[in-house]
């Protein structure tokens, strides 16, 4: 399923208080709309686009997404939006409100699963709290909370269906699964998260701020093997070790670099390597794996980690690691820009048992421990 992330961030917010519209207010190191937009950058989604007002090119430059103006209202903006995205053959398209920056990645999970199910997806919290009317600050009646929901977006549709329901719909809607039902689509709930919060109010900013923060530390562990193959030397840790074999691989095969990348996007919870270089992806043969390092550690950084430190064992009887070790805690320290200190390269056989003491290949495994920057 082709999906596109749709962020609607056209709007004034004025509730938010004096200052910009909150979109591009900071908010724990970054603006909203950055915490936003790397929510959606994610292996399952093709495209993200935002929707914003046409005064704001300046604050939206250098962003890497497709701009589109956004109108007078939030269905006309959203609508602008479908529009600028019709001929580029999506499946599917996550409409999602830019002040809700927080958004965890288990929710969005669960919108694209139930898309294969239903035309259209949304999450939701049940209400819980008692219900109560009021006047001039007196409670003047209850009301039923059973089957009542509170809306949160990512809002999820079938391309099509929405794009001709927004076609079909002139008037303003409270969102775009008001916009689903008015067209005859049917809407599955999925689970929301109270984390999910929308800012709107200026305390909203500091609730936000302490979610996005989050835990202090994040810890990864990456596992990776190589075969040996024909070849005058191998890749480990970013420097070329003389040996009378190869390593067999779609890239360069550096088997440490590999499983240090993965460990970092572990920790991340943002998959492997595969998944953000596929291997069925021809730009990717023969690519050196500093590529693919780099990559995660500059998404660590967008998330708000830097390195605290790495430990990477290699697993062969040969070639002889010590000897390259120093070189290798170099090489990786300069390719995520860290001191020497904070990498560790070492290595063990394993006692001439398994595959590797058959010296078949060489395997790999690396731990990492991530820190709020």
């Not at 056209?10 to 519209?21: D, E, K, L, W």
């Not at 929301?192 to 835990?215: C, H, M």
């Not at 590529?291 to 708000?304: N, P, Q």
Request: charge should be negative; charged fraction near 25%.
């Amino acid at each position: 399923m082709k999906i596109a992330a749709l962020i609607v961030a056209a709007g004034r917010g004025t509730r938010a208080g004096p200052g910009a519209p909150k979109q591009w207010r900071p908010l724990a190191g970054r603006r909203v709309v950055d915490w936003t937009l790397a929510a959606f950058d994610r292996p399952d989604i093709a495209a993200r686009a935002l929707v914003i007002h046409p005064d704001d090119r300046a604050e939206a430059a250098g962003l890497d997404v497709q701009l589109i103006d956004g109108g007078a209202t939030r269905s006309e903006s959203v609508r602008n939006g479908l529009e600028a995205l019709a001929d580029q053959e999506f499946d599917a398209v996550l409409i999602h409100d830019v002040a809700r920056p927080c958004v965890p990645a288990a929710v969005v999970d669960a919108v694209i699963a139930a898309l294969h199910r239903s035309p259209g997806a949304a999450p939701a919290l049940a209400v819980t709290d008692a219900l109560w009317t009021g006047a001039a600050a007196r409670v003047t009646g209850t009301r039923d909370r059973d089957g009542l929901y509170r809306a949160q977006t990512p809002q999820g549709f079938r391309f099509d269906a929405i794009l001709a329901a927004h076609r079909a719909h002139r008037d303003e809607a409270a969102d775009d699964v008001a916009v689903a039902r008015a067209f005859g689509l049917d809407v599955a709930i999925t689970q929301g998260a109270e984390e999910n919060l929308k800012i709107t109010l200026p305390a909203d900013f500091a609730r936000a701020e302490t979610l996005l923060k989050g835990a202090a530390m994040r810890i990864g562990t990456g596992y990776d093997v190589h075969q040996f193959c024909e070849g005058a030397h191998v890749m480990l840790c970013g420097v070329a070790v003389p040996h009378a074999r190869g390593l067999k691989g779609h890239s360069d095969a550096d088997v440490g670099m590999h499983a240090l990348t993965d460990a970092i996007y572990g920790a991340l919870a943002r998959g492997d390597i595969g998944q953000h270089f596929p291997p069925s992806d021809p730009q990717w043969k023969g690519a050196e794996s500093h590529i693919f390092l780099r990559h995660a550690v500059d998404l660590a950084a967008e998330m708000g980690y830097a390195l605290g430190n790495a430990d990477i064992t290699l697993i062969c009887e040969r070639p002889k690691v010590g000897p390259h070790a120093t070189a290798m805690r170099a090489a990786l320290a300069d390719i995520m820009g860290c001191d020497m200190d904070q990498v560790s390269v070492k290595a063990t056989t394993s006692e001439k048992l398994g595959f590797t003491g058959r010296e078949e290949g060489i395997a790999a495994q690396a731990s990492v421990l991530l820190v709020r920057a």
